[in-house]
């Protein structure tokens, strides 16, 4: 799995201009994109090069995730839904590698569109819960969070994060513990 790169874009709207400049200056294996907006359609994103995972809502023009893995890249298995998709991705040696992507609207999105925050939030824990514990995996997104200082610990390593923005959102914790 050495050398594999990984990128993650919220692009606001998918376009393939925006895609064309990101790729021509970026050599990535994997592309995480959140609010794609694209709208339910038959016809799925193919971008030559890549095989596209992606997950439309069904109802409004905002949100939408994608993962595009280079083609050639051995994908194992898949899990998305509206709020995050996760790929586990084969290495040369068996070694398998987890990449998550995730897409939590802000608070009162979810409210506009009659989402509770808790049924957004299951849905996120349902995809990372499918990733085996104990496996290299790296999770992109955008969480509509702020987290301020504080930050996850892993077993007994600290890591320390110093922000300039103190905030501290009412996800904050719940995305912390999520990540450890």
């Not at 694209?38 to 995972?53: C, M, R």
């Not at 905002?62 to 083609?71: E, F, H, M, P």
């Amino acid at each position: 799995m050495d050398g594999l790169t990984v990128g993650s874009l919220n692009c606001a709207g998918f376009s393939l201009f925006k895609l064309k400049m990101l790729l021509d200056t970026h050599t990535l294996d994997i592309l995480c994109l959140q609010e794609t907006w694209l709208p339910q359609s038959s016809v799925k994103l193919d971008i030559p090069g890549y095989l596209v995972y992606e997950e439309r809502r069904a109802k409004d023009k905002r949100g939408g995730i994608a993962i595009l893995i280079r083609k050639g890249i051995k994908i194992k298995k898949y899990e998305g839904n509206e709020y995050a998709q996760g790929v586990g991705i084969q290495g040369a040696g068996g070694e398998l590698l987890w990449v998550g992507n995730t897409y939590l609207p802000p608070v009162n999105n979810l409210q506009t569109r009659g989402k509770t925050e808790e049924d957004a939030r299951h849905a996120i824990e349902d995809i990372i819960g499918a990733i085996p514990p104990h496996h290299r995996s790296v999770m992109c997104g955008d969480w509509n969070t702020r987290i301020g200082n504080l930050h996850p610990k892993f077993g007994t390593t600290d890591i320390p994060r110093s922000s300039i923005d103190t905030t501290v959102g009412s996800r904050a914790n719940w995305l912390i513990e999520t990540c450890q």
